[in-house]
């Protein structure tokens, strides 16, 4: 469309890895832990950085809205999965995404058989802690990389909401952090969003509108930054 052809293919050549969904860590063969998220933050970055030129790569957790065509797909479950595709994408990635909802907790056991009711007793739980896949990626970064994380938070106000995000942003060490406000459930799954763009000195832009917009304008914030460093 018209945006598109503004933008012309400024990612040209660009290798980018992003990571969309929920991922889903098993209790038994036919139970799991998961999450919300639709992926279709994810999958507008995908298609948005393929039609401006790059070569994309998406890492599907679970999503419920199709993969565009012209990208490469590898398909994971767990938090664990995740973190090896996007480990093993990233010393050829010019730019990732970390867009996908990747559980924090996974059980401490999983059954190979299918869980039986105890009698009238409850369930006990144990969980352990998964691998944050964002973090390792900064740690491993390659010099000239640009990673992106998100940040869903909830807060009683759009001051505490930005703090927040500043404090993912240094806690994380990553490029550019995409701020999302979760208070009430919205996002997830909406094909709207509005969100802040940060950057280690503060707000670089603020979106709102359909996803697919959105991630043009967190690919302009990509953009900028690759050409400032470069
Ligand atoms: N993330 C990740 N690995 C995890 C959890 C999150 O890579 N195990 C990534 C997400 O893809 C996102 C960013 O980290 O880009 C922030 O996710 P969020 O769940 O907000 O971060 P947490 O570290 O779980 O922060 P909190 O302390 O708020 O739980």
Same mark, same amino acid.
Do not use: Y
């Given at each position: 469309g018209v945006v598109e052809a503004a933008r012309g293919?400024?990612? +040209?050549g660009v290798r980018l890895a992003v990571s969309a969904g929920g991922t889903r860590e098993a209790l038994d063969p036919v139970r799991y832990l998961t999450n919300a998220s639709s992926g279709r933050m994810g999958l507008a970055v995908a298609r948005a950085a393929s039609l401006r030129g790059a070569e994309v790569t998406v890492v599907a957790a679970a999503i419920c809205a199709p993969v565009p065509s012209g990208v490469d797909v590898v398909q994971v479950e767990s938090t664990s999965d995740l973190a090896a595709a996007m480990a093993s994408l990233a010393p050829t990635s010019d730019v990732i995404v970390m867009a996908a909802a990747p559980a924090d907790y996974t059980p401490a056991q999983r059954s190979e058989l299918k869980l039986k009711k105890n009698g009238d007793a409850g369930l006990m739980v144990e969980f352990n802690q998964t691998t944050d896949v964002l973090a390792a990626l900064v740690r491993a970064r390659p010099a000239g990389q640009v990673i992106v994380g998100f940040a869903a938070e909830t807060a009683a106000n759009p001051d505490e909401l930005l703090a927040l995000g500043r404090a993912k942003l240094a806690r994380k060490g990553c490029d550019l952090l995409v701020l999302n406000d979760a208070s009430g459930g +919205?996002?997830?799954?909406? +094909?709207d969003n509005a969100v802040t763009i940060l950057d280690p000195s503060g707000v670089l832009a603020q979106a709102s509108g359909a996803k697919n917009l959105i991630a043009h304008r967190i690919l302009d914030a990509v953009v900028h930054l690759k050409g400032s460093t470069r």
């Open positions: 293919r400024d990612l +040209a +919205a996002v997830f799954g909406s +094909a």
